[in-house]
Structure formats: structure tokens, C-alpha cells
């Protein structure tokens, strides 16, 4: 049974951290690309960060570029985000998703195999 977990979100003053974690089981975690996600009231789910498979390469939304950092632990089947200089535009329910989409496309919610229940980040002024 495929089960994606996250957990670490809250609520926090602009400019503080986060760390997000998200626990897999159930797939190959290696052999995913492990992704975040992010959808705000209204708004669609978006691109947040991805560590393509297995590891050692990512790519980041210009919004989030500088700030977030992802990481994986594929001995632990873990995904991490780190989120520094929350701005309230973060706010938003964090996703952690996995693909093998080809790299063309992992940037792509539809093209995600599998998604977590999300964990809500509010950043407040």
C-alpha cells in the first residue's frame, strides 16, 4: 500500500522557517522523483520543488528559488523541505508527490503517480 505522509507544517511570522518531512511506503523511493507541491484557497495546486531520481539533481520555483531547499533520504524513504524566509504568499497546504515522469514533465501536477494528504503552512504578517 503506497502511503506518502507529511508532516511539519504550522503556523509561523514572516521571514521564520519550516522544515517539512515527508515518510513513503509502499513504492521504490529511489526510483521516484520526489516532489512538493502547493495549493492556496483558490487557487490550483502548483509547482514547489523536486529531487529527480535518485537524488543529487533538483529544480525549484523561481518563487521559492534561494529560499527552499529539498532533500531526500532514500535509506530512510524520506523527502524533506526546507523553507527559510516565509513570505505570506507561502501560505498554502504542501504536498509531497512522486512521478517517473520524464524530465520534461516533472514539473507537472497531473503527471504525479502519487500524493500525500498535504500539511497546512500559514505565514502570517
Known amino acids: 500500500q503506497v502511503q506518502l505522509a507529511e508532516s511539519g507544517g504550522g503556523l509561523v511570522q514572516v521571514g521564520d522557517s519550516l522544515r517539512l518531512s515527508c515518510a513513503a511506503s509502499?513504492?521504490?523511493?529511489?526510483?521516484?522523483?520526489m516532489g512538493w507541491f502547493r495549493q492556496a484557497p483558490g487557487k490550483e495546486r502548483e509547482f514547489v520543488a523536486v529531487s529527480k531520481r535518485p537524488g543529487g539533481t533538483e529544480y525549484y520555483a523561481d518563487s521559492v528559488k534561494g529560499r527552499f531547499i529539498i532533500s531526500r533520504d532514500n535509506a530512510k524513504k524520506m523527502l524533506y523541505l526546507q523553507m527559510n524566509g516565509l513570505k505570506p504568499e507561502d501560505t498554502a497546504i504542501y504536498y509531497c508527490?512522486?512521478?517517473?515522469?520524464?524530465?520534461?514533465?516533472?514539473?507537472?501536477?497531473?503527471?504525479?503517480?502519487?500524493w500525500g494528504q498535504g500539511t497546512q503552512v500559514t505565514v502570517s504578517t
Open positions: 508527490a512522486s512521478s517517473t515522469a520524464a524530465l520534461s514533465a516533472i514539473r507537472r501536477p497531473d503527471m504525479q503517480h502519487y
Open positions: 509502499g513504492f521504490p523511493f529511489i526510483n521516484y522523483h
